[in-house]
C-alpha cells in the first residue's frame, strides 16, 4: 500500500475508502476496483466523521471527492478540508474531482494527499494509483505546495480589502453579484440612486478597482461564495 510517506509496500490489498457524494461516479469506481481484486467500500458523507472516529478500523487509501455537496444547514463541504484529519488517522488520500479546482488540489496536496485524478481519467490512470504507484515526484508536490501558498496569500489579501466594507456597502457589493443594476439596488435598499453611486464609489475605492465589474470579480472569488465547485 502507499504509505505516509508515498512509498509503497507489497503486500495484500488494503482497503480502499471512497467518500463521494456523486453515487453513480462512486458505485462504478468501487465495482471497478474490486472486479481487480481490491477491498473497496463507500462512505457517505454523512457518516464521514464516524469514519474517522473509528480508531480500530485498518487503513489504507480514501479516494475523495473535492465537491461534496452540502450539509443539512446549508454549509459546503469540501474535500480538502477533511485531508488533514485523514492523514492523521493513517490513511493515504487521492483525490478526484469532476471539476477543475486547482485551489482545492493544491491545498488537498499540500495537506497530504498523494495525487490528483480528474474524473473523466480513463480507469487505466486510476488503478495504478489504487494500487500504490506514486502519482507525482517530489519537484511536482513541491510545486503544488507553492500554488498553495500563493493561493492562501490571495485569500488574505481579499480578506484584507472585503474587511474595510461597511455592512451596507457588502449589501450592495452582494446585490450587484446577483446582477441588480444600480437602481434596482436603490430600489431594495429603499434608498436613493444618489446615495447607492455614491456607496459604489467607496466600494471601488476601498477594494482598489476602478469598475463595479472588477468589484463583483473580486467578490466573487471568495472562498464562502466561489466553492460552488460542483462536479
Known sequence: MTTASGATEAGPPYPIAVIDDHELFSTALIMA????GLHTFAVSVSDVGRFLGDADADTG????DLDLGQDAEGTYRHGADLVGRLRERGWAVLVV???VDEPGTAGAIAGGAIGSVPKSSSFDVLLPAARGVPLMTEAERRE???LHRH?????????????RLSRREREVLELLAEGRRAAAVAERLVVSM???RTQIRSILTKLEVSSQLE?????????DTGRGRRA
Open 151 to 163: 493561493y492562501l496569500a490571495r485569500e488574505r489579501e481579499l480578506s484584507r480589502r472585503l474587511a
Open 61 to 64: 487509501l480514501v479516494v475523495l
Open 194 to 196: 444618489p446615495t447607492v
Open 144 to 146: 503544488w505546495v507553492d
Open 215 to 223: 468589484a463583483v470579480a473580486l467578490f466573487r472569488q471568495q472562498p
Open 33 to 36: 476496483l474490486r472486479g481487480e
Open 97 to 99: 474531482s469532476g471539476s
